[in-house]
């Protein structure tokens, strides 16, 4: 049954490199964990600088991540319609095929 499977673990954003009034949120380096459901077992895709500050290969963006699991379902985000998200009419994402098996 977990073959078929997807199981999702996103966090809502990093944590900031530095320290100026505690750590803060920082969305230009967060984790992501897949499993299963049609994802390549034990691929490390993506990185950030050595600080945790920027991406830098290769970058992908939130709706990446929504489209691959709605890949991994079998439906296609660029007919996906959500009233008032303007975020989806302007990036649907793309799969992010290197982490599909």
Known sequence: MLKDTLVVWVTEFG???????????????????????????GVVHG??????FASVTPPHYITDIHATVLHQMGLDSRRLTVPGRQRFERDFGKPIREIIA
């Open 15 to 41: 944590r900031a490199p530095y320290n100026t009034r505690g750590r803060d949120h920082w969305p230009d380096g967060f984790s992501c964990w897949l499993a299963s459901g049609g994802i390549k077992g």
């Open 47 to 52: 990185a950030t600088d050595p600080f945790g």
